[in-house]
């Protein structure tokens, strides 16, 4: 009898595969296509069970699909620009170019002995030059129609770092690097376009019905279409220019309850303001300094100042609000301005109790009473109206917006406008490893585009010798002149090259369409994206589910106006899945001081460590974590069980939408029951036993039935039920009595259906049987659904309520039959101790009840 080595069996099957170059996608008319991508890694050195859960949940459906006939394409790259590498250039030395490649070197060899199918051909990293020449080029494409531009916008500077940091990069004020408070400061910034596209990418989102409504929710919020009145303050005693306060508000209705104005630290009066009173200035500095998130403005402390400016109230003009400036506003929404109505918003209702200021009630609840000094909450439940443009009448509060909207429009007051809280995509990043902006900055012509033929505009290494130094503060492209200065491509005379480089999002915005041709000369090549194009499965985690995909979204739709991809790719992913984490138990210790020593689980054995016996402190299941040391290498696994068990574990413990948890008790009993499946083939593969026509019969069905069962699982991406099955069907054939060639096809049909997950076992018992080339090139096998009608149903029995037992009868046979049948079951029997029952409850082909 043969052992099962997976350290020796998965090597020569990998090699067979490569060999046989059965995962190089090629185009063919004759067969349907499926493209089936995981979101591409960044490329941090190390792989870790995550990548293992990810990758193979796309592996088994790129199996699975090439088994049904499909053209296959199912690709890999590296999302490889971006600050971890230059930052590891500030804190080791060396350059981030040297350290993704060799980040990407490790990876690669790390995923190559897990063996998944996947087009190594059409692999590339986002910071090669190749790559990143066609992005600039499509910039170009969307710069000349009018899908780019540049202005002055607010940002987060690090003045030790010297760059932009984005909102989630400022933590309490400061940068997350250099600890250095951080300035808002006013720059030139590029800019996409992408609100131009609002409208369009809310609406489509209703046709994604392969996307997870949690998803589309999120990405709705994201843009956040809102309906509301835009109309001005007159202004009392404010500088000359300044005579009116734009202010829009989706909630008009409430604005006979306005006690008070306010504006952002940002708006133009605020601005004004701080120029010619110290006092002013001191508060927006102090504003500008605190978090920058909305999630950081909104949970803020309510930050005011009265300006000693006042506007009239539109509705009445002898009425006079008094205008603050106040740290919650966003510049980038609506106006930067607003008016505030304390008694139905909780934010106004905190600044107000604060301040002192006046709270007036609009409405109040249909039922029950009003609560004073409190708020009744901005809902759409129906509410009386105290103050409200139609009488006291009950509205919900949409039909009270509109009321006012009216109102306000018949009136002069203002007008009704659809906003959208979706901002431009602002994409200047004032660092080195990014793909370049092609302009050049002319003295006499402006901003000038670069040349195509001038492509790619490449990062600088160390051409000139002198290796860039990555210590000092600030953009390194900043200070190499002999990048910088160029010749301007209009006039020719002596210019100087844009030294901002492009937010990665950009490169992550249309690697999908990039995968379809990477070698071609312009971004996409026409017929190779128009075959593969869209992505029939996008899978990836739940953390990218707003601006990746939005950003993709509008890139393919950008994609499409400058001629790079077809009309019926404007939404690039047909289905998307969002997987669960990995989790593993948190195992520690404590120092001397009561601290926290975390251990790897490698190194703790029975509750001890493993060295010295010290008893260890074990914290429920997490996230992985490389702090925290609960982290798993999936090299150890392969190593100790192979890549079968670490793909089968993965996909069996729990749905793959949700988290799963990493056992070393757990990687041990998968090990064993593939060792055991193994054996089975073996035995198997032996057999001379002959032919048993019931028992044969009854194998065929219960073989068919996992086909059923399986098949649908991998279409539902339920594959822990697949996985379940696969067990079943072994224990099914363990134990049957059937005749040797029947076995042997059953065995074989098992092992197609364990193809997607465990594909190298799969081809060991495949070759074992007699199965013809290779188990994954063999047509994915059909359920006869003659052999899926059930002759018999098992029916339960419970005795006072609590399973006992069951039974297993005819389909079509009578009630009397079955309830002879259950009064001589043993457990019954037992039970009645030689009476009889009270009742007796025949559910015909559901269950019994036997009441004592």
């Known amino acids: 009898m043969s052992r099962y080595e997976p350290s020796q069996s998965e090597a020569k099957w990998q090699t067979a595969w490569n060999e046989a170059e059965l995962f190089a996608a090629r185009p063919d008319p004759a067969r349907p296509k499926y493209y089936v991508l995981e979101m591409f890694p960044y490329p941090s050195g190390r792989i870790h069970m995550g990548h293992v859960r990810n990758y193979t949940m796309g592996d088994v459906v790129a199996r699975y699909k090439a088994a049904q006939g499909y053209a296959v394409l199912h690709p890999m790259g590296w999302d490889a620009f971006g600050m971890p590498a230059e930052n590891a250039a500030m804190e080791r030395g060396g350059h981030p170019k040297d350290w993704t490649y060799g980040n990407i070197a490790d990876m690669k060899e790390q995923m190559r002995p897990l063996g998944f199918s996947l087009d190594w051909t059409r692999e590339f990293a986002t910071c090669d030059p190749d790559y990143y020449g066609q992005q600039q080029s499509m ?68 046709g994604l019905k392969d996307w997870p409504e949690k998803v589309r929710l999120m990405q709705a919020n994201w843009i956040g279409k809102s309906r509301g009145l835009q109309f001005a303050f007159s202004t009392k005693d404010a500088p000359d220019g300044f005579e009116a306060l734009e202010v829009y508000t989706t909630r008009p209705d409430t604005l006979l309850g306005a006690s008070f104005a306010a504006i952002s630290p940002d708006h133009p009066l605020a601005k004004h303001l701080e120029r010619h009173d110290p006092a002013i200035a001191e508060f927006v500095a102090k504003c500008r300094a605190g978090g920058t998130t909305e999630e950081a403005i909104e949970t803020a402390e309510k930050l005011g100042m009265d300006t000693g400016i006042t506007v009239r109230h539109p509705l009445n003009t002898e009425v006079e609000l008094p205008v603050w400036i106040a740290n919650f506003i966003l510049m980038d929404y609506g106006t930067g301005a607003i008016f505030g109505c304390p008694a139905h918003d909780a934010r106004d209702f905190e600044f107000a109790t604060k301040y002192g200021l006046p709270i007036t009630p609009v409405f109040e609840p249909v039922e029950g009473d009003y609560p004073a000094a409190e708020f009744v909450p901005l809902k759409s439940e129906p509410v009386r109206y105290i103050r409200g443009f139609a009488g006291n009448e009950i509205q919900t509060g949409e039909d009270g917006v509109a009321s006012a909207i009216a109102f306000c429009e018949e009136n002069g007051i203002g007008q009704g406008v659809t906003k959208f809280r979706l901002r431009d995509w602002g994409l200047s990043r004032q660092r080195y490893w990014g793909c370049p902006i092609p302009v050049v900055h002319c003295e006499s012509c402006g901003v ?25 503060p600030g953009n390194p492209l900043d200070r190499h002149p002999s990048w910088r200065d160029c010749a301007c491509p209009s006039c020719g005379a002596p210019a100087k090259r844009e030294t901002d480089t492009m937010d990665t999002f950009v490169d992550s915005s249309w690697y999908f369409t990039r995968f379809t041709s990477p070698g071609a000369p312009t971004p996409t090549d026409p017929e190779e994206v128009a075959y593969w194009m869209n992505v029939d499965q996008y899978i990836g985690g739940i953390e990218h589910a707003i601006l990746h995909l939005l950003y993709s979204r509008f890139f393919a739709r950008a994609m499409h106006k400058t001629g790079h991809l077809p009309a019926d790719a404007i939404e690039p992913f047909d289905a998307l899945f969002t997987q669960g984490m990995v989790t593993h138990e948190i195992y520690q210790t404590r120092d001397e001081k009561g601290r926290a020593v975390y251990h790897l689980p490698e190194d703790v054995e029975d509750g001890k460590l493993k060295a010295t016996g010290e008893a260890i402190e074990t914290i429920p299941s997490a996230k992985m974590s490389k702090s925290k040391k609960n982290v798993v290498d999936p090299m150890n696994i392969i190593a100790q ?8 574990f993965v996909m069996s413990d729990s749905p793959p939408e949700r988290d799963v948890e990493w056992t070393a008790a757990g990687a041990e009993a998968t090990s064993k029951f593939l060792a055991r499946v193994h054996r089975i083939a073996d035995e198997i593969a032996a057999s001379e036993a002959p032919a048993d026509p019931a028992q044969d019969t009854a194998l065929l069905k219960a073989t068919h039935k996992a086909i059923d069962e399986v098949t649908r699982s991998i279409e539902g991406f339920a ?14 054939l363990s134990k049957s009595k059937a005749g040797a060639e029947a076995k042997r096809e059953a065995m074989k049909l098992m092992a197609q259906l364990m193809a997607p997950m465990v594909p190298h076992l799969a081809e060991e018992i495949w070759a074992m049987l007699g199965g013809t080339g290779f188990v994954i090139s063999a047509p994915w096998p059909k359920a006869d659904p003659a ?21 297993s009868v005819p389909k079509d046979m009578g009630k009397e039959e079955v309830e002879k049948l259950v009064l001589e079951d043993e457990h019954v029997r037992k039970a009645l101790d030689g009476g009889q029952p009270k009742k007796l409850i025949v559910v015909p082909g559901r269950i019994v009840n036997v009441v004592i």
């Open 139 to 206: 910039f170009l494409d969307m710069l000349k129609a009018g899908l780019v531009y540049r202005k002055n916008a607010v940002v987060n500077w690090d003045p030790v770092d010297m760059t932009v940091l984005a909102n989630e990069q400022v933590i309490d004020g400061r940068g997350w690097r250099s600890g250095a408070e951080v300035e808002r400061r006013e720059l030139t910034q590029w800019f996409f376009k992408i609100s131009d596209y609002s409208e369009e990418l809310l609406s489509a989102l209703d």
């Open 448 to 472: 000038v585009p670069e040349k195509k033929e001038n492509l790619p505009v490449a990062l600088p290494y160390d051409e000139d010798g002198t290796p860039i130094d990555f210590s000092v």
């Open 641 to 648: 069980f192979g890549a079968d068990t670490a793909r089968f």
């Open 719 to 732: 594959f822990n039920k697949a996985v379940a099955t696969l067990y079943g069907l072994s224990n099914t």
């Open 787 to 807: 052999l899926l009608v059930e002759d018999t149903v098992t029916l339960p029995i419970q005795i006072n309520g609590k399973r006992r037992s069951e039974l």
